[in-house]
């Protein structure tokens, strides 16, 4: 078995400097580490349990396929803190079928992410 010590997610967009504003200051996610120099330079962001590297450029936007998951404590409050700082909401906090309460929103390239909140009495608060 591969015992993995470390992971992240390696996202290389069409507008290096956008998405590094979008995901940096838009977004307000803590950057880890930042290597190399120039407009295409990496920055590492911290995600809670993982990391997001923004490196490199792509002549295309990532597959639709991509998405990002991130899970905060209130998701109301980030709904009005990303509509302030004019992050484009796709779809408003929404309770689901399976329980978490999730938004919407894209990255400069189009990659969604969710915003999530685990409501406390959500099974995945849970281990029997």
């Given at each position: 078995m591969v015992h993995v010590l470390s992971s992240r997610i390696l996202l290389s967009p069409t507008d290096p400097e956008r998405s590094r504003?979008?995901?940096?200051?838009?977004?307000?996610l803590p950057v880890y580490r930042e290597f190399g120099t120039g407009p295409e330079r990496g920055t590492v962001?911290?995600?809670?349990g993982g990391f997001l590297e923004?490196?490199?450029r792509s002549a295309t936007p990532p597959s639709p396929g991509l998405r990002l998951w991130l899970q905060v404590e209130g998701v109301h409050a980030a709904h009005e803190e990303l509509a302030a700082r004019g992050v484009g909401i796709e779809r408003p906090?929404?309770?689901e079928p399976w329980g978490l309460v999730e938004m919407w929103i894209r990255?400069?390239?189009?990659?969604?992410?969710?915003?999530?909140?685990v409501p406390a009495d959500h099974p995945m608060r849970y281990r029997p």
């Open positions: 504003k979008f995901y940096g200051e838009s977004l307000g962001y911290f995600l809670g923004v490196s490199g906090p929404v309770r990255d400069p390239d189009g990659v969604r992410i969710a915003v999530v909140e």
